[in-house]
């Protein structure tokens, strides 16, 4: 059965799912364990639950997350606590200039025993594949890594291999190191559901963070709060929550303002629409809520939308954000009222 | 950009002649054109030139200044020129004289004025000060709209001193030409501006500056169609104030002062019928006799005079009685409240008793009418009211002081054929002058005559002709006319038939209303003094019509005698002149006591009617707004077809309702962060506070939530919050709020696209054909 049919199949089930009165009890699961989840990861990484919010928004949503930041402010530390967090298989692949694809996804090998070729899955037969610093690998493997998140399959010699559900890539990346990096195109930026800067920790955060991280790695107390079963359950229970026409339409407005904004020169793609209003639902989800607010909406707009942008040169000189020109739209962008 | 601006210039100097045409009606030649207009055409030639230099705007207006001024020293003083050619003190001098001149001339004379040298040298030095200040105003410093006051200024000189109305193409012309001037300078300036569109952008090539100046030229037109047809169809109403016979003050001076023309022209018609307030005052007596102010005894080529001077003070406690005391007579005061007449008149009953001016000095005459040196505000007169019988009328006694001198019987002789004739028909042979002047009465009191305060113009019955009679004759052919030609012609008559006869004027008793008369301007009135040496002057009242009355009753011819010819006075008095042009209301006099009492309120209602109709419209047409706000929520509220629907309809109508009193939600907000802004804006307490987190969510539940889901009503919550939020602001928005309301404007924004959508569709349909 090709991947293909699963996301028909999940759709099928997503439609009985919402008829079914356990939607309710569902989604209070997914509260439940999502806090814990959240809870834990607080206790590694002092100072940034808007981060671990989005990071968790993004699992639930079934998206990527590129973390792109300085060195040392803990996205290697984000991620990991992420995937210990959750008792499923983990990968974490450092990429360097001579990382080949192959490493990636895999590699045939002739098997003597058996006289076939025989499949090795690479690294990205994971449930959470941890790619730390993603620009130093050379654009081919980059791309090996960034085909097989879009479509959740591998496909070596002709032969296709389905990744293990749930599937979420975490990648780092720092942004001023310039030397010997390759940056990630916009059209493969554009596959990650979120980006997150982590910034530097307030002085009170850091002060705690010595007094507890000076011994041993926390990562080390840390026990997974859930599995991957209960996490693919989530993420079920999430695409049930209801999304209104005045919604769809508002994340429409949202998408389509970015691309007529004189501030930038590349607006969001209609995926970034998709991704929008999936990282939605999720945010939804996390507030309790059985259907989407534009308030939703907005506050996952800058994490969602932020990296697809690109700004004109008259928005860089003036030393604007992707994030401020957002914001200004969302200011802008009027809330549909539901039409008759 | 061109500087010169020669169209603009055109326009302008177009824009002053024709805003001087008007002054062909007042004066009687059109001599003064072709200098005025001369000097028009120097100014706008020298601004087109001196502009074409880039000189500074003052320069500009300075070299016009000085071109128009030896423009008119040539045309007007070439014989005073410094070697023919440059204007010195002479010439300085001479235009002087000639403005001394045209001062005099405007001063004695009534338009149309006769054109004379003085007179076309001040009207073109008007002509070319309006011709620069337009220029200057309008075309060189830019500001055509304001050069419209010039132009409305020196329209106005005409309008005001036309007598009538002026011809409207009088006005279509100037304004014409000022909106031409408007528009031209206008669409300039809009050219002017970058437009990002380029021509020809949608497909047609055309000016996009054209559209605008489209909508401008239509506007402009239909403008000027609105000023002419509008006065044609709203009535012309005689010119009231808002406030006339509503609060007055005692003492409010506002109305400034009246005085009494003294010499009376029997050739004027009375159009003016001013409402202001002369006199106020109450009296003792049920029915009110006419106050005097002068007495005339001299008349001459239609115009009544008196030639005596009041010198001799008299003692205002004391006052000298003609006639016999036996007379049986009623006393009667009058407490005067509040007395505008211009001193030295002043308007006493008679025969007068005595009066109390406080401090100021009574004067009298030789005839016996009374001055005063200083306006008086208030005071006190005491009369008699005489009640004579038949008998009190012999002739045998002395004649009024002058008699001997003649001044009582002089005859008007251009009119004198007719006067006898009227006299031999009227009055028999060997009438007493009682007879006499009971039938005089009751002849022009009859319904052969009309009453109007319009002269006809006199017109030979035999030709058809325009003839120019005296008045006194012309009033007697048509028998038309007012109390002037009535008295007059009854003081000639009287004075034929031998029986000293003199004419008053003075004021009408008024209008009663809260236990006080009220004297207006319009009250003012005329009536013949008959003597008889027993009873003084006597008052006859030969003017007929609801106005003046009825007649005093010792003129009225007993009814046994009556004449057949006349109708019986007392019905004439009871039923109104058939042309009488007064309103039925300004009836005194016969009416009984008791009724004009009763009729106190209805009268002062009939009075203001057009205010009170005013003021009631008004009150209403503040309700039109609030009204239509109140029908477009529950019509939004009754269309909506669920429970989600008519949420949607509270919460516009709230954030509305809310944006009234100047709270609105950012634009880009959800209902949360609305709700949020707006319950911190309007200062809401904690209870409307919860009242509006309940609606917020509401709402959400109605936009976002799954279908079927729960939605209850929030009318009460949305009230609830509407009146915290209104409750916080300060009584002027609160009411700005409740009349002005935004709704209601969308309301008939929406009532009239409706009333004018189906002839726009007809309109494009048409367009497209």
Redesign the interface.
């Given at each position: 059965m090709s991947a293909h049919d699963d996301v028909h199949q999940t759709h099928d089930q997503r439609q009985m799912s919402?008829e079914t009165p356990r939607s309710g009890a569902a989604l209070d699961h997914v509260l439940q364990v999502a806090s814990s989840l959240q809870t834990a990861m607080n206790s590694v990484i002092e100072g940034k639950p808007a981060a671990v919010r989005t990071v968790v928004t993004a699992l639930l949503a079934e998206g990527h997350v590129l973390i792109e930041d300085v060195p040392g402010v803990g996205k290697t530390m984000l991620a990991k606590t992420l995937a210990r967090c959750i008792d499923a298989s983990v990968r974490r692949v450092q990429f360097t200039p001579d990382l080949l694809p192959s490493d990636i996804t895999g590699v045939s090998v002739y098997n003597q025993d058996v006289r076939d070729f025989e499949f090795r899955p690479g690294a990205i037969f994971a449930n959470v594949v941890v790619g730390d610093e993603i620009n130093r690998a050379s654009p081919k493997t980059q791309s090996a890594l960034l085909e097989s998140m879009e479509e959740a399959q591998v496909t070596v010699d002709g032969t296709t291999y389905s990744l293990p559900r749930p599937f979420m890539v975490l990648a780092t990346q720092n942004p001023i190191e310039m030397e010997g990096t390759y940056p990630l195109p916009e059209a493969q930026r554009d596959r990650f559901m979120a980006r997150i800067s982590m910034g530097y920790p307030s002085a009170r955060s850091e002060v705690d963070m010595l007094d507890q991280h000076g011994g041993r790695s926390p990562l080390e107390d840390l026990r997974p709060v859930t599995d991957a079963g209960t996490v693919t359950q989530m993420i079920e229970a999430v695409r049930s929550v209801?999304?209104?026409a005045?919604?769809k339409q508002y994340v429409v407005d949202v998408t389509q303002a970015t691309r007529t904004s004189s501030a930038l020169r590349l607006g969001a793609s209609p995926r970034a629409s998709l991704h929008l209003l999936r990282a939605s639902r999720a945010h939804a989800a996390l507030a309790g809520r059985?259907?989407?607010?534009?308030?939703d909406v907005?506050a996952v707009t800058v994490p969602v939308l932020a990296h697809r942008l690109m700004l004109t040169g008259e928005s860089q000189l003036a030393h604007r954000t992707a994030a401020d020109v957002l914001t200004d739209l969302?200011?802008?962008?009027?809330?549909p009222?539901?039409t008759? | 950009m061109n500087r010169t601006r020669p169209l603009e210039a055109l326009l302008a100097a177009l824009a002053t002649l024709a805003v001087a045409l008007p002054l062909l009606t007042l004066f009687d030649s059109n001599t003064w054109v072709r200098p005025a207009g001369l000097v028009i055409v120097t100014i706008a030639l020298v601004g087109v030139g001196l502009r074409s230099l880039a000189l500074s705007a003052w320069v500009v207006i300075l070299g016009q200044a000085v071109a128009g001024f030896l423009a008119i020293s040539w045309l007007h003083g070439r014989g005073h020129l410094l070697g023919g050619l440059l204007p010195g003190p002479d010439s300085v001098h001479a235009l002087g004289i000639l403005l001394g001149e045209a001062r005099e001339t405007v001063m004695a004379f009534s338009a149309p004025v006769p054109t004379e040298r003085g007179i076309i040298v001040a009207i073109t030095i008007l002509v070319g000060f309006t011709a620069l200040v337009v220029d200057a105003v309008g075309v060189t410093l830019r500001s055509p709209a304001l050069a419209g006051l010039a132009l409305l200024t020196a329209y106005l000189v005409s309008a005001t001193n036309s007598g009538d109305g002026l011809s409207w193409k009088y006005f279509i012309l100037p304004i014409a030409f000022w909106l031409a001037l408007l528009a031209t300078q206008g669409l300039g300036v809009v050219r002017r501006w970058s437009t990002t569109v380029p021509r020809g952008s949608d497909g047609a090539d055309h000016d996009p500056v054209l559209g605008v100046a489209g909508t401008a030229r239509l506007l402009g037109a239909g403008t000027l169609a609105l000023a002419i047809v509008l006065p044609m169809v709203v009535p012309h109403l005689p010119t009231t104030f808002l406030a006339d016979g509503l609060g007055r003050a005692d003492n409010a001076r506002g109305g400034g002062s009246i005085t009494l023309n003294t010499t009376v022209d029997l050739r004027r018609s009375l159009e003016d019928q001013s409402q202001t307030p002369v006199i106020s005052y109450r009296t003792t007596t049920t029915s009110p006799d006419p106050l005097r102010v002068a007495i005339l005894t001299d008349y001459r080529r239609g115009e009544w005079s008196t030639g005596f001077t009041a010198g001799r003070n008299v003692q205002p406690d004391s006052i000298a009685q003609d006639g016999d005391p036996s007379v049986k007579r009623t006393p009667v005061r009058i407490d005067v409240t509040e007395n505008r007449l211009q001193a030295p008149q002043i308007a006493l009953p008679s025969p007068l008793q005595n009066v109390d001016l406080g401090d100021v000095p009574l004067r009298t005459n030789f005839v016996g009418s009374f001055e005063v040196d200083r306006n008086v505000g208030e005071y006190t007169a005491n009369y008699n009211q005489l009640q004579p019988t038949t008998g009190d009328f012999s002739t045998d006694g002395p004649g009024p002081r002058g008699w001997d001198e003649g001044i009582y019987n002089e005859i008007d002789g251009e009119s004198f054929e007719r006067l006898q004739e009227l006299v031999n028909n009227v009055v028999p042979e060997g009438s007493t002058p009682l007879e006499t002047a009971r039938l005089l009465q009751a002849h022009f009191r009859s319904s052969q005559y009309t009453y109007s305060l319009q002269l006809p113009t006199p017109t030979d019955p035999v030709s058809g002709r325009t003839m120019m009679a005296d008045p006194l004759s012309n009033f007697l052919v048509s028998r038309t006319g007012y109390c002037v030609q009535f008295a007059s012609a009854f003081v000639m008559a009287a004075r034929i038939k031998g029986i000293p006869a003199r004419l008053a004027i003075g004021f009408l008793p008024g209008t009663f209303a809260n236990a006080s008369y009220t004297v207006r301007a319009a009250d003012a009135h005329a009536w013949p003094e008959l003597w008889f040496p027993d009873l003084g002057w006597t008052r006859f009242e030969p003017t007929p019509g609801v106005r003046t009355g009825g007649a005093p009753t010792y003129s009225l011819i007993p009814t046994e005698v009556g004449p057949t010819e006349s109708a019986s006075p007392t019905a004439s008095s009871s039923a109104p002149a058939p042309t009488a042009s007064e309103r039925p209301d300004s009836d005194t006099g016969s009416v009984g006591p008791t009724t004009t009492s009763t009729s106190g309120p209805f009268r002062w209602i009939t009075d203001n009617l057009l205010t009170l109709v005013v003021i009631v419209a008004a009150l209403l047409s503040l309700l039109l707004l609030p009204v239509a706000a109140w029908v477009r929520r529950r019509r939004l509220r009754k269309a909506a077809r669920d429970d989600a629907e008519r949420v949607e309809a509270d919460w516009a109508s709230l954030i509305s309702r809310l944006g009234d009193i100047g709270i609105a939600p950012p634009d880009g907000s959800t209902p949360r962060q609305a709700g949020t802004r707006l319950a911190h804006d309007a200062i809401l307490s904690a209870e409307p506070k919860a009242a509006m987190g309940r609606i917020v969510s509401t709402v959400e539940q109605a936009r976002y939530a799954p279908p079927h889901a729960q939605i209850p009503d929030v009318s009460t919550d949305t009230r609830a919050v509407w009146r915290a939020a209104l409750s916080a602001r300060q009584r002027g928005d609160r009411v700005r709020a409740l009349l002005i309301p935004a709704d209601g404007l969308r309301q008939w924004r929406d009532v009239v696209d409706g009333t004018l959508a189906w002839p726009r569709r007809a309109w494009s349909r048409l367009r497209r054909r």
């Open positions: 919402r209801y999304a209104s005045a919604l059985d259907h989407v607010l534009p308030d907005q969302l200011q802008r962008v009027r809330v009222a539901p008759r | -």
